[in-house]
């Protein structure tokens, strides 16, 4: 009688952990991903519950200005396709994402977005291969912002990393002064829906959406009021 001997599963030293270690390092990466991107969506749609509570008159009009815009309607689709609500909502509520941090995360991309539709000073007369250097503009001039952005960018970098140290007096003065300029604007606190200990709890349902988009306009609405074009001349 022959008996065959087989492994049982548990003796395998793989199986209770099959991952290997790039696995939980990527992992470990994207779930840092999801986590701002949960941050950063709850904060914007606080900011927004916020103004759809003490604001509804300009909410409804924000609201009403978006609603025909492709844009709108393609995030109201991916919203709902990503199941970003339950995203938002699953777990405990997550820390508030500092304005600053998604001003300046967003920074690069309008300026991308002012380069390619800012419109042209003057018609230009058509001339020979015109059509071939104008496929070209776009993206030069994508490169040429992107390219004097980064440059600022490792200017003001390098200057913090060579810069003298602020002794304790200065670094106190420093946060006074910014106090004050916080307390000499309550606009902008006002713009982006109150301060941070000001704003409401996230609601789940129906608004959150909207709730976001308002936000969004709110917390982004100095970025992208920079970038406006500058208003024409009306004929005399």
């Given amino acids: 009688m022959t008996t065959t001997t087989t492994t049982s599963p548990s003796a395998d030293p793989t199986a209770a952990d099959p991952l290997t270690p790039t696995d939980h390092q990527a992992f470990a990466f994207l779930g840092q991903v999801n986590s701002c991107l949960r941050e950063c969506l709850c904060t914007l749609a606080r900011h927004g519950l916020a103004i759809r ?3 509804p008159a300009r909410a409804r009009v924000l609201l009403d200005t978006v609603r025909p815009w492709p844009p709108y309607k393609g995030g ?3 919203f709902d396709l990503m199941e970003w609500e339950d995203l938002m909502i699953d777990g405990d509520p997550p820390p508030l994402l ?6 300046s995360t967003c920074t690069l991309p309008v300026q991308w977005l002012a380069a390619a539709t800012a419109p042209t000073a003057t018609a230009t007369k058509l001339i020979p291969g015109q059509r071939t250097a104008a496929a070209f503009d776009l993206p030069l001039r994508l490169l040429a912002t992107t390219a004097h952005a980064a440059l600022q960018g490792a200017a003001k970098d390098l200057t913090d990393l060579l810069g003298t140290p602020a002794s304790p007096d200065e670094t106190d003065d420093a946060e006074a002064d910014n106090g004050t300029a916080r307390a000499a604007a309550p606009e902008a606190d006002a713009d982006a829906g109150g301060g941070d200990d000001e704003l409401p709890p996230l609601e789940a349902g129906f608004y959150l959406y909207e709730d976001i988009i308002l936000g969004a306009l709110a917390v982004l609405g100095p970025l992208l009021a920079d970038r406006a074009p500058a208003p024409t001349a009306s004929p005399a």
Avoid at 98 to 103: F, Q
């Fill in 53 to 55: 509570r003490h604001g």
């Fill in 98 to 103: 500092p304005v600053e941090r998604i001003i």
């Fill in 76 to 78: 109201q689709f991916l």
